[in-house]
């Protein structure tokens, strides 16, 4: 079942996503569906909480999905592994003679190219890449291989999206106690588990 929507579902999520970085209401839809197919191939019910689902099955929310993509654009543009008209719109301080003498051009960080104020551009790949790009670990962007850097950067990337998605139910877990008056520990069992092994990782 996973294997057929990988194929079917999950492929038509990532296709050309990328054009949708930093519209967040376009991706809530999107974010149903796969939800929905989460919920589908673990045969949860269709109220049940998803983060346990997509965590289980290893699965990035759509968000991090597109930052996922643009980042492993990115380091295709690093190494020169695309259209010379994608190479043109990033800079890299390893391949700048003016920045060598910088600690960014020992991180292989990307140039940001400051947007026009009047009319901010900040979804263009010129913009957005290179501040997804210098968001990462250094430790992850100098990884040479790319199959390498995938499994490196869905590594960083898992822990950062559920731990934020943890934090946000646990304190959401708070407030319902003290609205009901439920014991704390009854309530945040489920949700202490999960944040301490993600802490842990």
Same mark, same amino acid.
Request: charged letters at 15%; glycine letters at 2%; a positive charge.
């Given at each position: 079942?996973?294997?057929?929507? $990988? ?13 949708? +970085? ?6 809530? &839809? ?14 949860? =019910? ?11 099955? !290893?699965?990035? &929310?759509?968000?991090? /999905?597109?930052? *996922? ?5 990115? !380091? ?15 800079? *890299?301080?390893?391949? =700048?003679?003016?920045?060598?003498? *910088? ?11 400051? $947007? ?6 900040? /979804?263009? %790949?010129? +913009? ?12 992850? /962007? ?6 390498? %850097? ?5 590594? !960083? *990337?898992? &822990?950062?999206? %559920?731990?934020?998605?943890? %934090? ?34």
């Amino acid at each position: 079942m996973a294997q057929l929507v $990988t194929s079917l579902v999950i492929y038509r999520l990532n296709y050309c996503n990328y054009v949708l +970085a930093g519209l967040a209401s376009t991706l809530a &839809p999107l974010q149903r569906v796969q939800n929905a197919v989460a919920r589908l191939v673990l045969n949860r =019910d269709r109220r049940s909480h998803i983060t346990p689902a997509l965590q289980q099955l !290893h699965w990035l &929310p759509v968000k991090y /999905r597109i930052i *996922f993509k643009i980042t492993t654009l990115m !380091h295709h543009i690093l190494y020169n592994r695309c259209p010379s008209y994608l190479v043109d719109l990033v800079a *890299f301080n390893t391949a =700048d003679s003016h920045r060598r003498q *910088f600690r960014s051009s020992q991180t292989r960080a990307a140039v940001v190219k400051h $947007t026009d104020p009047i009319l901010p551009n900040k /979804r263009a %790949f010129s +913009a957005c890449g290179p501040n997804i790009w210098n968001s990462l670990p250094p430790a992850v /962007r100098n990884i040479d291989s790319h199959p390498a %850097f995938r499994r490196a950067l869905k590594s !960083h *990337f898992i &822990p950062v999206c %559920f731990y934020c998605i943890t %934090f946000y139910h646990s304190v959401f877990t708070i407030d319902y106690c003290n609205a009901h008056s439920r014991p704390f520990s009854v309530c945040m069992t489920g949700h202490y588990n999960t944040f301490l092994s993600l802490s842990l990782s």
